[in-house]
């Protein structure tokens, strides 16, 4: 049974109103309330919140039954029944005004009051509903305008088989279907045959059913046929039941993102093909290949020498033979002559710029439908042109579409610069290297007779005695001077033969321990001179199959650049035998040491890690060093930190490139 209906009583006489009062419990009701005034009333009734208010007309004070009842409504939202004893015209015309749920009339028998008050509540009760349908419809019709309006996104509505259901703007603009083209089709209007033929519009369905939603990515069909990349979320419509009643479907179209990522990745793989060979004619037909599937059928490339003439051509298509029959045709084109940088042609015929020559209009045997070709300069100069063509119906090129060729186009161009500046800067390495070679040998052919006559002077000078002490010395002078350069001169011959790949090693069984202890030997008065301490550890023989003169060499410019930058402090020098097999000389100053970017390159040519000014030198000795100890099968490093000195260690295989090296068996 239901809560009992609860009734507020307004009524000026006391025992009315405690008679009705019992009267209506008879009849069931709940009595929250009653009130003697209009003023009561409401503060009563808005306190107790009934159900409905039984409201006498007449009342004491100065609000009648009417007015009491006119505030309530505007307070509350609850059904009024007039108890009136009579009633002239005026009256229920103000009565009538409040909107009031019914009237009982004064005297009444229960039954009518009960009918009063039961007709009243249902009144109350359907208009309520009546109203709150009224607000849910006009929300309902607002979301579909809403919907309706939406541009970007397609929203439309399936039932349960997946036929369109609904269908808005942007569901239009989207796939170019009309609302009335659309509804009651079936969503695999806007999949592609092949999606169809795998059942996807079906498996997409019954995943969005089993799992609550289904989103994914994929191409659709357009009214026209063309294809677009759709994100589609799919929702399924289910009654309170539980009970499929369709599916709600969002559908994005990501064609331009797409088109945009792929635009950008494309131009990555040309750039890195452009890149990917030093010879640029490969990296553009690389490129080429990358182009003509990515942006149009073909992709053309011409390229002139200097004066402007086609000097050769570079096509890509997928069908192989057709590329080759192109190229071996020259492409067709007529060059537009040397001269600023200038768009041939752009586009289709009508979106040539004004004034544009002729360009590869007549590409042999390509119907051209839309073409593009640009520039490819080379410092400024027209150096040729990327071409790209579509064949059949495709449409012309858009903006993006010729920014994207555009790009590719600067960017060929300065991979061919490039190219180019790479092959002047090899010319001029190449052609430094030779001077050098020559230079170096046409030093060395006076220095040698040179050398000689300088000692007969000596010892001439020697003999004849009475010629004074200080011409003796002036010769020998030029004795040390001379034999510099001499050292010098050979440094630069052997630089020469290791870039010319020509450094033969002579290799016998050498005593590493001995070869060295004989070069310190050798520097002592060197070392004397410097004021420096200069002792070899080598106490036992370390034996192996060396070239014995450029193992000297070695330890020679070791020892040299030791004391060099060794500030005058003690240059230890030590061979043994590390391990097994392996023989090694370090050398180690206390001098002004090396910073670890000098030591990156110091063993490179020409490169120096100290001040020229103040130490002189080539920039020669340990690249020399480090090729010879290389040719050996061995390694060369440095331990040194800025002020602290150096160590130069050298590790050589024992029996070093038996099979490698010519020379006498061991
Ligand atoms: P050069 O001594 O003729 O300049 P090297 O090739 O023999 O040429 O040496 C290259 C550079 O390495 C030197 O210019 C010097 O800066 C640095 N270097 C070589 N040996 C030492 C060392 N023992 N201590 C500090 N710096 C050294």
Same mark, same amino acid.
Request: glycine share 10%; with cysteine.
């Given at each position: 049974?239901?809560?009992?209906?609860?009734?507020?009583?307004?009524?000026?006489?006391?025992?009315?109103?405690?008679?009705?009062?019992?009267?209506?419990?008879?009849?069931?009701?709940?009595?929250?309330?009653?009130?003697?005034?209009?003023?009561?009333?409401?503060?009563?009734?808005?306190?107790?919140?009934?159900?409905?208010?039984?409201?006498?007309?007449?009342?004491?004070?100065?609000?009648?039954?009417?007015?009491?009842?006119?505030?309530?409504?505007?307070?509350?939202?609850?059904? +009024?029944?007039?108890? &009136?004893?009579?009633?002239?015209?005026?009256?229920?015309? @103000?009565?009538?005004?409040?909107?009031?749920?019914?009237?009982?009339?004064?005297?009444?028998?229960?039954?009518?009051?009960?009918?009063?008050?039961?007709?009243?509540?249902?009144?109350?009760?359907?208009?309520?509903?009546?109203?709150?349908?009224?607000?849910?419809?006009?929300?309902?019709?607002? *979301? @579909?305008?809403?919907?309706?309006?939406?541009?970007?996104?397609?929203?439309?509505?399936?039932?349960?088989?997946?036929?369109?259901?609904?269908?808005?703007?942007?569901?239009?603009?989207?796939?170019?279907?009309?609302?009335?083209?659309?509804?009651?089709?079936?969503?695999?209007?806007?999949?592609?045959?092949?999606?169809?033929?795998?059942?996807?519009?079906?498996?997409?369905?019954?995943?969005?059913?089993?799992?609550?939603?289904?989103?994914?990515?994929?191409?659709?069909?357009?009214?026209?046929?063309?294809?677009?990349?759709?994100?589609?979320?799919?929702?399924?419509?289910?009654?309170?039941?539980?009970?499929?009643?369709?599916?709600?479907?969002? &559908?994005?179209?990501?064609?331009?993102?797409?088109?945009?990522?792929?635009?950008?990745?494309?131009?990555?793989?040309?750039?890195?093909?452009?890149?990917?060979?030093?010879?640029?004619?490969?990296?553009?037909?690389?490129?080429?290949?990358?182009?003509? #599937?990515?942006?149009?059928?073909?992709?053309?490339?011409?390229?002139?020498?200097?004066?402007?003439?086609?000097?050769?051509?570079?096509?890509?298509?997928?069908?192989?033979?057709?590329?080759?029959?192109?190229?071996?045709?020259?492409?067709?084109?007529?060059?537009?002559? #040397?001269?600023?940088?200038?768009?041939?042609?752009?586009?289709?015929?009508?979106?040539?710029?004004?004034?544009?020559?002729?360009?590869?209009?007549?590409?042999?045997?390509?119907?051209?439908?839309? *073409?593009?070709?640009?520039?490819?300069?080379?410092?400024?100069?027209?150096?040729?042109?990327?071409?790209?063509?579509?064949?059949?119906?495709?449409?012309?090129?858009?903006?993006?579409?010729?920014?994207?060729?555009?790009?590719?186009?600067?960017?060929?161009?300065?991979?061919?610069?490039?190219?180019?500046?790479?092959?002047?800067?090899?010319?001029?390495?190449?052609?430094?290297?030779?001077?050098?070679?020559?230079?170096?040998?046409?030093?060395? &052919?006076?220095?040698?007779?040179?050398?000689?006559?300088?000692?007969?002077?000596?010892?001439?000078? @020697?003999?004849?005695?009475?010629?004074?002490?200080?011409?003796?010395?002036?010769?020998?002078?030029?004795?040390?001077?001379?034999?510099?350069?001499?050292?010098?001169?050979?440094?630069?011959?052997?630089?020469?033969?290791? &870039?010319?790949?020509?450094?033969?090693?002579?290799?016998?069984?050498?005593?590493?321990?001995?070869?060295?202890?004989?070069?310190?030997?050798?520097?002592?008065?060197?070392?004397?001179?410097?004021?420096?301490?200069?002792?070899?550890?080598?106490?036992?023989?370390?034996?192996?199959?060396?070239?014995?003169?450029?193992?000297?060499?070695?330890?020679?410019?070791?020892?040299?650049?030791?004391?060099?930058?060794?500030?005058?402090?003690?240059?230890?020098?030590?061979?043994?035998?590390?391990?097994?097999?392996?023989?090694?000389?370090?050398?180690?100053?206390?001098? +002004?040491? +090396?910073?670890?970017?000098?030591?990156?390159?110091?063993?490179?040519?020409?490169? @120096?890690?100290?001040?020229?000014?103040?130490?002189?030198?080539?920039?020669?000795?340990?690249?020399?060093?480090?090729?010879?100890?290389?040719?050996?099968?061995?390694?060369?490093?440095?331990?040194?930190?800025?002020?602290?000195?150096?160590?130069?260690?050298?590790?050589?295989?024992?029996?070093?490139?038996?099979?490698?090296?010519?020379?006498?068996?061991?």
């Amino acid at each position: 049974m239901s809560a009992p209906r609860r009734v507020f009583i307004v009524e000026d006489q006391r025992l009315i109103a405690a008679d009705l009062a019992s009267t209506l419990r008879r009849l069931g009701y709940e009595v929250v309330g009653s009130a003697a005034s209009g003023e009561e009333a409401v503060e009563g009734a808005v306190r107790t919140r009934p159900e409905l208010v039984l409201m006498d007309i007449r009342l004491e004070g100065p609000m009648d039954g009417i007015e009491a009842a006119g505030e309530l409504r505007r307070r509350l939202d609850v059904p +009024i029944v007039y108890l &009136t004893a009579y009633a002239d015209e005026e009256t229920i015309l @103000r009565a009538k005004l409040t909107g009031p749920f019914g009237y009982v009339v004064k005297p009444f028998n229960e039954r009518e009051l009960r009918a009063g008050i039961e007709v009243a509540l249902y009144r109350h009760e359907t208009e309520r509903l009546l109203a709150e349908e009224r607000a849910q419809r006009a929300a309902a019709e607002e *979301f @579909r305008l809403l919907v309706q309006s939406v541009q970007d996104h397609a929203i439309i509505r399936l039932d349960a088989d997946g036929r369109v259901a609904s269908w808005n703007a942007g569901a239009e603009r989207i796939t170019g279907y009309p609302a009335d083209e659309a509804l009651g089709r079936h969503v695999e209007l806007f999949y592609t045959p092949e999606d169809v033929a795998a059942g996807r519009p079906r498996t997409n369905l019954e995943r969005a059913a089993r799992e609550g939603r289904a989103e994914g990515e994929g191409w659709r069909v357009r009214r026209d046929g063309a294809r677009f990349w759709a994100n589609a979320t799919l929702t399924p419509l289910r009654d309170p039941d539980g009970r499929l009643r369709g599916f709600a479907k969002v &559908t994005r179209d990501l064609t331009e993102r797409r088109r945009g990522e792929a635009h950008r990745a494309l131009l990555d793989q040309v750039t890195v093909a452009l890149a990917s060979s030093l010879d640029a004619d490969e990296g553009l037909r690389r490129a080429a290949r990358l182009l003509a #599937p990515g942006l149009g059928d073909w992709c053309v490339v011409h390229l002139t020498d200097d004066e402007g003439r086609l000097a050769r051509t570079i096509a890509a298509h997928a069908d192989a033979a057709r590329a080759a029959e192109v190229e071996a045709a020259g492409g067709g084109w007529e060059p537009a002559g #040397p001269g600023p940088a200038r768009a041939l042609v752009t586009g289709r015929p009508e979106r040539q710029p004004a004034g544009a020559p002729e360009g590869p209009a007549a590409l042999p045997g390509l119907p051209a439908a839309a *073409f593009v070709s640009l520039p490819v300069a080379l410092r400024g100069r027209a150096y040729g042109a990327l071409t790209l063509a579509r064949e059949g119906a495709a449409g012309p090129f858009d903006d993006e579409e010729l920014a994207l060729a555009e790009e590719v186009a600067r960017r060929a161009g300065l991979a061919l610069d490039n190219a180019r500046l790479y092959r002047e800067a090899q010319e001029a390495i190449r052609a430094r290297d030779e001077f050098l070679q020559v230079a170096s040998h046409e030093l060395k &052919t006076p220095l040698t007779p040179l050398l000689l006559q300088l000692d007969s002077l000596a010892l001439a000078l @020697r003999k004849a005695n009475g010629l004074g002490e200080r011409l003796s010395s002036k010769v020998d002078v030029a004795t040390r001077q001379t034999v510099r350069l001499n050292r010098l001169v050979d440094s630069l011959l052997d630089v020469s033969r290791i &870039t010319g790949g020509r450094l033969e090693l002579l290799p016998e069984e050498v005593d590493l321990a001995a070869v060295v202890r004989d070069v310190v030997q050798r520097f002592q008065p060197e070392a004397r001179r410097v004021g420096c301490d200069l002792v070899v550890r080598a106490p036992a023989p370390v034996v192996g199959w060396w070239d014995r003169l450029r193992l000297e060499q070695v330890a020679c410019n070791l020892l040299s650049n030791a004391l060099k930058y060794g500030a005058g402090g003690p240059v230890e020098v030590e061979v043994v035998e590390a391990a097994a097999g392996v023989a090694r000389l370090a050398v180690a100053d206390r001098g +002004i040491g +090396i910073d670890e970017e000098g030591q990156r390159r110091i063993f490179s040519r020409f490169e @120096r890690a100290a001040s020229v000014r103040h130490y002189g030198g080539l920039g020669l000795g340990l690249f020399i060093t480090r090729r010879i100890v290389e040719e050996h099968g061995g390694t060369i490093t440095v331990r040194s930190r800025p002020g602290e000195g150096a160590t130069f260690t050298v590790e050589l295989p024992v029996r070093a490139l038996e099979g490698a090296c010519p020379g006498p068996a061991p």
